[in-house]
């Protein structure tokens, strides 16, 4: 099946620790994207990546690092820097046409600090 | 930049209730407009999507869309909700060139009450 696919569903970290986010699509889209979702606030562009080897800061890029070394690989590191990682993260792919910008989501992978 | 603002927040119906959620966005150029839906528990699934043409456009399981853009709305309708369209609706815009991630809403929480 085609999709895309994030891991673990749910992640415990210490505070202080950095944690690395996965996230693969089998879409053979080009960009690639992740969001943050917390209650309220709607969905909010940390980092995106519209080709292999190149990314983009989003709106809240801050605390957080990413790398596009394959065009099916998108993974988000939240570093000890993040002044409140616990959240609701989403990734998402889409191609680059003009008109076909649709988004297609993952199932989220849910980050507790403790 | 662009923005979205979705104004109702949580919205509590009764099933067969007519439904209406507003959905406002802030855009310099040619916007492309969508509502996704997360279901309880589920991931993030496109209902419409709106990029030319005729600006009333119809989405999955009954619901549809109308594009005014003198008023930069898009707001989703639906005429007769059912229990299982208790969801987060999220409104979200992206444009042609530039940027071409999705900037979306705060959300809204609709309840439908059997």
């Known amino acids: 099946d085609g999709g895309i696919t994030q891991s673990p569903k749910y992640l415990f970290r210490k505070e202080g620790q950095n944690v690395t986010l996965s996230c693969e699509q089998n879409?053979?889209?080009?960009?690639m994207y992740w969001y943050r979702q917390d209650p309220g606030q709607g969905l909010r562009l940390i980092y995106y990546s519209q080709i292999v080897n190149d990314f983009q800061k989003g709106d809240i890029a801050e605390g957080y690092s990413v790398s596009r070394e394959k065009k099916e690989s998108f993974p988000l590191t939240v570093t000890s820097a993040q002044k409140n990682p616990t959240a609701f993260y989403l990734c998402?792919?889409?191609?680059?046409?003009?008109?076909?910008?649709?988004?297609?989501f993952g199932q989220g992978t849910r980050l507790t600090v403790v | 930049a662009q923005s979205v603002s979705q104004h109702n927040h949580h919205v509590i119906l009764s099933e067969a209730a007519s439904l209406e959620l507003g959905c406002n966005y802030s855009y310099g150029g040619t916007v492309n407009l969508f509502w996704y839906v997360q279901y309880p528990g589920q991931h993030l699934q496109l209902l419409l999507k709106y990029f030319s043409g005729d600006p009333l456009v119809k989405g999955i399981k009954g619901f549809e869309a109308e594009f005014i853009k003198s008023k930069f709305s898009f707001n989703l309708r639906k005429p007769s909700v059912q229990w299982s369209d208790t969801a987060e609706y999220f409104c979200?815009?992206?444009?042609?060139?530039?940027?071409?991630?999705?900037?979306f809403g705060s959300g809204t929480r609709l309840q439908v009450q059997p």
């Open positions: 879409l053979n889209h080009d960009a």
């Open positions: 979200a815009v992206n444009g042609n060139t530039g940027r071409r991630a999705l900037t």
């Open positions: 998402a792919s889409s191609s680059t046409g003009q008109q076909n910008t649709e988004a297609f």
